[in-house]
């Protein structure tokens, strides 16, 4: 491993066109974190570590602000992210190199309805150029008015992530990572979802299963679990999340098989689509939710995703109210609007929700190639999941 960058030189290589490009990415914060209030900047070398006299810290506290120099003093004042990241984890991120930390003052909700917001974002550098950016967040997950139903879903819940260890409520990938939060910290609306930290490092969906990204997946497993257990420490409640040992490794993509696509036995893929959906890859397995993405060597074609967490259900909860032609079942309901088909259906668990996007154009499938999909998904995947027999009607016209 490189002493440069901490995560191989060939890996850097890499990723730097990626890394710089993430270095924009303002990670869903609208107008990035110079128009956030509560924000500190500091900046700080893995082997010069130094911050102002501790007067001065003080001093600019009180204007909402906090600076740094660089020069041999010791470092004063909290750990990056709520004083959760430990030395260990930010070497693993970025190695020796020089880093940028902008930091939000963690908030609960001012309208009571549960859960936590803020964010954290750690830039760093070669020489004066932007090199690789972590972006840690706190945010409750919408159910109600459906904001976080794409978005977030296209990110963080993908083939690519798989669940971090035993009693970690969440999932990671060498690019992503996030845990739910306790509710009895934290609280709940009704009608939200789970409140999360999440981290994002550089595009999504770029991971593969090499050993760069197994180390790129065991450093953001390692941030995520101290990030969410800072935020606990911070809203002052007892209890912390367990390190996994060992950290799982990321997932390979497999030929498709036609027979049992995604795995699920009982259900058959078309034969006219397996030439464009020849391989496939399925994460997230004894996790909150389990996604199955098929298509090329690279980029997805179809995505199917089966949330049996029914608090992380509740982000699809509005695409049950919204337009759409209605799809009826043996023990539940949906909607298919477009490339996306949502059903929701009353297992002995809890709801669980069953979701299939078409990512990309399929040149023998038809514009509604989710509908096509849906009522054999659910009524294989309903099966392997104990929650059958579950019979689904085709979208009404």
Request: with cysteine.
């Given at each position: 491993?490189?002493e440069?960058?901490?995560?191989?030189?060939?890996r850097v290589a890499?990723?730097?066109?990626?890394?710089?490009?993430?270095a924009?990415?303002?990670?869903?914060t609208?107008?990035?974190?110079?128009?956030?209030?509560g924000?500190?900047?500091?900046?700080?070398?893995?082997?010069?570590?130094?911050?102002?006299?501790?007067g001065?810290?003080g001093a600019?506290?009180g204007?909402?602000?906090?600076?740094?120099?660089t020069?041999?003093l010791?470092?004063v004042?909290?750990?990056?992210?709520?004083?959760?990241?430990?030395?260990t984890?930010?070497?693993?991120?970025?190695?020796d190199?020089?880093?940028?930390?902008?930091?939000q003052?963690?908030?609960?909700?001012?309208?009571?309805r549960g859960?936590a917001?803020?964010?954290?974002?750690i830039?760093?550098y070669?020489?004066d150029?932007?090199?690789r950016?972590?972006?840690v967040r706190?945010?409750?997950?919408?159910?109600?008015?459906g904001?976080?139903?794409?978005?977030?879903?296209r990110?963080?819940?993908?083939?690519?992530?798989?669940?971090?260890?035993?009693?970690?409520?969440?999932?990671?990938s060498?690019?992503?990572?996030w845990?739910?939060?306790?509710?009895s910290?934290?609280?709940?609306?009704?009608?939200t979802?789970?409140?999360?930290v999440?981290?994002?490092?550089?595009p999504?969906g770029?991971?593969?299963?090499?050993?760069y990204?197994?180390?790129d997946?065991?450093?953001?497993?390692?941030t995520?679990?101290?990030?969410a257990?800072g935020?606990?420490?911070?809203?002052?409640c007892?209890?912390a999340?367990r390190m996994?040992?060992p950290v799982?490794?990321?997932?390979?993509?497999?030929?498709?098989?036609?027979?049992?696509?995604?795995?699920i036995?009982?259900?058959t893929?078309p034969?006219?689509?397996?030439?464009?959906?020849?391989?496939?890859?399925?994460?997230?397995?004894?996790?909150?939710?389990?996604?199955c993405?098929?298509?090329?060597?690279?980029?997805p074609?179809?995505r199917?995703?089966t949330?049996?967490d029914p608090?992380?259900?509740?982000?699809?909860?509005s695409?049950?109210?919204?337009?759409?032609?209605t799809?009826?079942?043996?023990?539940?309901?949906?909607?298919?609007?477009?490339?996306r088909a949502?059903y929701?259906?009353r297992?002995?668990?809890?709801?669980?929700?069953?979701?299939?996007?078409?990512?990309?154009?399929?040149?023998?499938?038809?514009?509604?190639?989710?509908?096509?999909?849906l009522?054999?998904?659910?009524?294989?995947e309903?099966?392997?999941i104990?929650?059958?027999?579950?019979?689904?009607?085709g979208?009404?016209?």
């Amino acid at each position: 491993m490189s002493e440069e960058s901490g995560i191989g030189e060939d890996r850097v290589a890499a990723v730097e066109d990626q890394d710089t490009a993430a270095a924009g990415r303002e990670a869903s914060t609208e107008g990035g974190p110079e128009r956030v209030p509560g924000f500190r900047r500091l900046l700080r070398h893995r082997t010069a570590l130094a911050v102002t006299a501790t007067g001065l810290v003080g001093a600019l506290l009180g204007a909402g602000a906090v600076a740094w120099r660089t020069d041999t003093l010791p470092l004063v004042g909290p750990a990056p992210c709520w004083d959760s990241l430990s030395g260990t984890t930010l070497s693993e991120l970025f190695g020796d190199r020089r880093t940028e930390v902008e930091e939000q003052v963690l908030q609960g909700d001012p309208l009571g309805r549960g859960g936590a917001y803020g964010q954290c974002r750690i830039t760093s550098y070669r020489d004066d150029r932007a090199r690789r950016q972590v972006t840690v967040r706190v945010h409750q997950l919408d159910g109600l008015r459906g904001t976080d139903e794409g978005d977030w879903p296209r990110e963080f819940l993908t083939a690519g992530m798989v669940p971090p260890g035993e009693g970690l409520p969440g999932l990671v990938s060498p690019s992503r990572a996030w845990l739910a939060l306790p509710q009895s910290c934290v609280g709940r609306h009704e009608f939200t979802g789970p409140t999360v930290v999440d981290v994002a490092m550089g595009p999504a969906g770029y991971d593969g299963a090499t050993d760069y990204d197994r180390e790129d997946l065991a450093a953001l497993t390692r941030t995520v679990v101290e990030a969410a257990n800072g935020v606990v420490r911070d809203f002052g409640c007892s209890g912390a999340y367990r390190m996994p040992d060992p950290v799982p490794g990321p997932v390979a993509r497999q030929d498709t098989r036609a027979d049992a696509f995604c795995g699920i036995e009982g259900f058959t893929l078309p034969a006219a689509y397996l030439k464009e959906l020849p391989r496939t890859r399925v994460g997230g397995d004894g996790g909150p939710a389990r996604v199955c993405e098929a298509g090329g060597s690279f980029d997805p074609a179809v995505r199917l995703t089966t949330v049996t967490d029914p608090v992380l259900s509740e982000v699809f909860a509005s695409r049950m109210l919204k337009a759409g032609r209605t799809v009826k079942g043996t023990k539940g309901s949906g909607s298919v609007d477009g490339s996306r088909a949502v059903y929701r259906a009353r297992c002995q668990t809890g709801p669980v929700v069953f979701v299939v996007d078409q990512l990309d154009r399929i040149e023998h499938a038809s514009a509604d190639l989710a509908g096509r999909l849906l009522p054999g998904y659910v009524a294989a995947e309903a099966e392997r999941i104990g929650c059958g027999p579950e019979r689904v009607a085709g979208p009404e016209a």
